[in-house]
């Protein structure tokens, strides 16, 4: 019998530029003991489904939301693109838009083409957020969803989120905030992001990034089941007759795992989390500004930074795995498993190279 050769993961210790961590040994854990359970044909695999429905609740708790709707996805693509879907469905027009802020994720060009939808993308203001007139522009009787971010993946900015969901609210549209990587760093801050702090009708919140649950894990939620309801089709083959999510076929793993992150993490642990990240990302922030590196100010734990590209490149064959903006800016995302030697020892190199 021919051996199954034996492959070593890759090491976090110089991943600076991912959204994603390194799980919870109780998530990951929890993950391999439901691998293969298929929480998309709920009837046939409750126990996991059970579990879905206890995360989901969760979700809601993290997000401000008493009675959630909603499933566990692949991620904020998934999440996104059956936002669009649904507000597509609900609404009654030949010629749907979406509006959303140049920071918006790339999902929703995903989805802008999957689904047949015109997506408006509009400016952000000085401050890397979506900007208010431009939006209310954009909108028009044919908007069938507003989209706002609660964590944007170049800056770490939060979209001013009331204002964006009265403007939708106003036009006819829903509003839907794409938190996937925000979504369990806020709660700790003064932001307005979530249920609680406006009257928003979708999210995208994944349990695989902050929430330190395996890949894949990501969750969608709304606020009322007209919205789930939506994006139903018939399944006749299966025990259960109808399904909502888009992949159909999931591993009980993202699941379990993600549900285990959460009660083991929820809330003191994510905090305390929280505090760390953010303290290393004002740490980088100060040590490039003394540099003289222009830097934009980390919000939240992510820290962009002007680099020659002769310094970004040398540092990539120094093995560290950094990220470029959209403008060209070094990227780094202080995820849980950055340290603050790793931060050090990123340090020392660019002092190196730049010398």
Same mark, same amino acid.
């Given at each position: 019998?021919?051996r199954?050769?034996?492959?070593? @993961?890759?090491?976090?210790?110089?991943v %600076?530029?991912?959204?994603?961590?390194?799980?919870?040994?109780?998530?990951?854990?929890?993950?391999?003991?439901?691998? $293969?359970?298929?929480?998309?044909?709920?009837?046939?695999?409750?126990?996991?489904?059970?579990?879905?429905?206890?995360?989901? *609740?969760?979700l809601?708790?993290?997000?401000?939301? !008493?009675?959630?709707?909603?499933?566990?996805?692949?991620?904020?693509?998934?999440?996104?693109?059956?936002?669009?879907?649904?507000?597509?469905?609900?609404?009654?027009? *030949?010629?749907?838009?979406?509006?959303?802020? #140049?920071?918006?994720?790339?999902?929703?060009?995903?989805?802008?083409?999957?689904?047949?939808?015109?997506?408006r993308?509009?400016?952000?203001?000085?401050?890397?957020?979506?900007?208010?007139?431009?939006?209310?522009?954009?909108? !028009?009787?044919?908007?069938?969803?507003?989209?706002?971010?609660?964590?944007?993946? #170049?800056?770490?900015?939060? !979209?001013?989120?009331?204002?964006?969901?009265?403007?939708?609210?106003?036009?006819?549209?829903?509003?839907?905030?794409?938190?996937?990587?925000?979504?369990? %760093? &806020?709660?700790?801050?003064?932001?307005?992001?979530?249920?609680?702090?406006?009257?928003?009708?979708?999210?995208?919140? *994944? @349990?695989?990034?902050?929430?330190?649950?395996?890949? /894949?894990?990501?969750?969608?939620?709304?606020?009322?089941?007209?919205?789930?309801?939506?994006?139903?089709? *018939?399944t /006749?083959? %299966?025990?259960?007759?109808?399904q909502?999510?888009?992949?159909?076929?999931?591993?009980?793993?993202?699941v379990?795992?993600?549900?285990?992150?959460?009660?083991?993490?929820?809330?003191?642990?994510?905090?305390? $989390?929280?505090?760390?990240?953010?303290?290393?990302?004002?740490?980088?922030?100060?040590?490039?500004?003394?540099?003289?590196?222009?830097?934009?100010? /980390?919000?939240?734990?992510?820290?962009?930074?002007? &680099?020659?590209?002769?310094?970004?490149?040398?540092?990539?064959?120094?093995?560290?795995?950094?990220?470029?903006?959209?403008?060209?800016? %070094?990227?780094?995302?202080?995820m849980?498993?950055?340290?603050?030697?790793?931060?050090?020892?990123? &340090?020392?190199? &660019?002092?190196?190279?730049?010398?």
């Amino acid at each position: 019998m021919q051996r199954v050769r034996r492959r070593t @993961p890759q090491d976090f210790d110089r991943v %600076l530029s991912s959204m994603c961590t390194v799980p919870h040994p109780d998530a990951q854990e929890e993950a391999v003991r439901f691998l $293969s359970a298929n929480p998309g044909d709920p009837a046939t695999y409750q126990t996991v489904a059970e579990l879905e429905g206890e995360a989901v *609740d969760l979700l809601g708790k993290i997000a401000g939301l !008493d009675r959630p709707e909603g499933y566990l996805a692949s991620g904020g693509t998934e999440a996104n693109i059956q936002a669009v879907r649904a507000a597509r469905n609900l609404a009654e027009t *030949d010629a749907p838009n979406i509006v959303a802020p #140049e920071s918006a994720h790339f999902s929703l060009t995903k989805a802008a083409e999957v689904l047949d939808v015109e997506l408006r993308t509009v400016p952000v203001d000085d401050g890397y957020r979506a900007n208010l007139d431009a939006v209310s522009a954009a909108v !028009d009787a044919d908007t069938v969803a507003v989209i706002g971010v609660a964590g944007t993946t #170049e800056y770490g900015r939060v !979209d001013p989120i009331p204002a964006l969901t009265e403007i939708a609210h106003d036009a006819g549209a829903k509003m839907h905030v794409d938190a996937s990587w925000g979504g369990f %760093l &806020l709660p700790f801050t003064d932001h307005e992001w979530s249920f609680a702090d406006a009257p928003i009708d979708s999210m995208a919140i *994944d @349990p695989h990034k902050c929430g330190q649950a395996p890949v /894949p894990a990501g969750g969608f939620l709304a606020r009322d089941r007209e919205t789930v309801d939506a994006l139903a089709v *018939d399944t /006749p083959y %299966l025990e259960t007759t109808s399904q909502a999510t888009l992949t159909g076929t999931r591993s009980g793993a993202g699941v379990a795992g993600a549900l285990a992150a959460m009660e083991a993490l929820w809330p003191a642990g994510y905090r305390a $989390s929280y505090r760390d990240q953010q303290a290393n990302a004002d740490y980088l922030a100060g040590e490039f500004s003394a540099r003289g590196i222009d830097t934009v100010d /980390p919000v939240l734990p992510l820290v962009a930074a002007s &680099l020659a590209p002769s310094t970004f490149e040398a540092l990539r064959e120094a093995g560290w795995r950094i990220s470029r903006t959209a403008t060209g800016e %070094l990227r780094i995302v202080c995820m849980p498993h950055v340290t603050r030697e790793a931060l050090a020892s990123f &340090l020392a190199d &660019l002092d190196r190279i730049r010398s």
